[in-house]
């Protein structure tokens, strides 16, 4: 039954019986509280630079007059 979406609701269920009906809202915070770096917009000069060469770039062919 594994990978099935079945398999999937029986582990779920299992998980919470052995953990706690919070588990996945635990695991979930965690993932979140592990991040440290502040993300690309933490270095907000770098951010700006970046999506102006970003939207300089044009993904539309140029026109042939």
């Keep these: 039954m594994a990978g099935t979406k079945a398999g999937g609701k029986a582990a779920?269920?299992?998980?919470?019986?052995?953990?706690?009906?919070?588990?996945?809202?635990?695991?979930?915070?965690?993932?979140?509280?592990?991040?440290?770096?502040?993300?690309?917009?933490?270095?907000?000069?770098?951010a700006r630079i970046a999506g102006a060469r970003g939207g300089r770039i044009s993904r539309r062919t140029k026109k042939e007059d």
């Design 12 to 46: 779920a269920a299992t998980n919470k019986a052995k953990y706690g009906a919070d588990f996945y809202a635990k695991i979930g915070a965690n993932g979140g509280k592990k991040g440290h770096t502040g993300g690309f917009f933490a270095n907000r000069e770098l």
